[in-house]
Every structure is written in C-alpha cells, then in structure tokens.
Nanobody, 122 residues
Framework: QVQLVESGGGLVQAGDSLRLSCAAS????????MVWFRQNPGKQREWVAS????????YYSDSVKGRFTISRDSAKNTLYLQINSLKPEDTAVYYC???????????????WGQGTQVTVSS
C-alpha cells in the first residue's frame, strides 16, 4: 500500500518559516516526480513545486519562487517543503503527491497525501 504521510502544518504568523514533511512508503519512487500542491476553499488546487526523486531537479510556480524550497531525503524516503517569509495568502491545505515527470495538474497525480493545514495570521 502506497502511503504519503504529511506533517509540519500549523498556525503561524506572517514572516515566520515552516517546514512541511511527507513520509513516503509502499513502492519505489524512482522515476517519479514528487510534488506539492495547495488549495484554499473555493479555489482550484494549485501546483506549488516539484522535484524528481532520482535526480533532484526542482521546479517552482512563480508565486512561490524565492521563498519556498522543495527537497527530498532519499535515505529517509521523505519529501520536504521549506517555506520562508510566510504571507497570509500562503494559507491553504498543502498536499504531498507523486506522479509522472512533468506533472503539474491534479488529474495527473498518481498518489496523494492527506493534506496538512497551514494557516498564516497577519
């Protein structure tokens, strides 16, 4: 059974930093892209960042580039999202996901985590 288990969300203040984690298990993720999405109520799920599990190549949406860093620890089978200089507009449920190279749409995702809530107060 493939599992993506997230942690690290919470209530923080604007300007704070936060690191989200996603523990992956159940299969090899070699050959897949690991992805972070986020979603607020009433909005479409937004692609945030991706990293190739094997090579560590990273990709970011324009809205988060410069503040967010995606990484993975292959030995621990864990995906991370470091978020710096948090803004109220970063408030969302953040989802860990895995899919084929080039994935940027929710419909292309093969596996989803349960989501973790990040709330940024002003």
């Amino acid at each position: 059974q493939v599992q993506l288990v997230e942690s690290g969300g919470g209530l923080v203040q604007a300007g704070d930093s936060l690191r989200l984690s996603c523990a992956a298990s159940g299969r090899t993720f070699v050959g897949l892209a690991m992805v972070w999405f986020r979603q607020n109520p009433g909005k479409q799920r937004e692609w945030v960042a991706s990293i190739t599990w094997s090579g560590g190549d990273t990709y970011y949406s324009d809205s988060v580039k410069g503040r967010f860093t995606i990484s993975r620890d292959s030995a621990k089978n864990t995906l991370y999202l470091q978020i710096n200089s948090l803004k109220p507009e970063d408030t969302a449920v953040y989802y860990c996901a895995a899919g084929p190279y080039g994935v940027a749409r929710s419909s292309d995702v093969n596996y989803w985590g349960q989501g973790t809530q990040v709330t940024v107060s002003s």
